[in-house]
């Protein structure tokens, strides 16, 4: 079991994905190997009807997945521009004191534009 760890990251999920599909058309042969069955018109119809409304409750529920992850990247990104400010104000009250650490500080973050605010 300890192998898997050794192997290269696209080897790990050639192996993992492999080993799903390979499984899964076993799976699949075996079943209708051993009983196929045929369905009514009306009992495909029900079974249509019930993916039709699984359909529709999994795009709804991905739909607020992404609407969710979207809004955390935008507090993501506020935070980062708060944490910005926040660094330039500091810079600014070092430089009263006029140390030697006020003199290291940069006036605002690397790769942030300063607001002055």
Do not use: C, K
Not at 21 to 33: E, I, K, N, P
Not at 66 to 76: I, Q
């Amino acid at each position: 079991m300890l192998i898997l760890y050794d192997l290269p990251d696209w080897l790990m999920a050639v192996v993992i994905v492999g080993t799903i599909v390979g499984l899964s058309y076993a799976g699949y042969f075996l079943v209708h190997r051993i009983g196929h069955r045929s369905f009514s018109e009306i009992e495909t119809d029900v079974a249509m009807t019930v993916l039709t409304v699984i359909a529709t409750v999994t795009s709804l529920l991905l739909a607020f997945v992404a609407l969710s992850v979207w809004e955390s990247f935008g507090a993501a990104e506020q935070a980062v521009v708060e944490e910005a400010n926040s660094v330039g104000a500091l810079a600014r009250d070092l430089a009263i004191f006029d140390s030697d650490q006020s003199r290291d500080a940069p006036p605002h973050a690397p790769g942030s534009t300063p607001t002055w605010s």
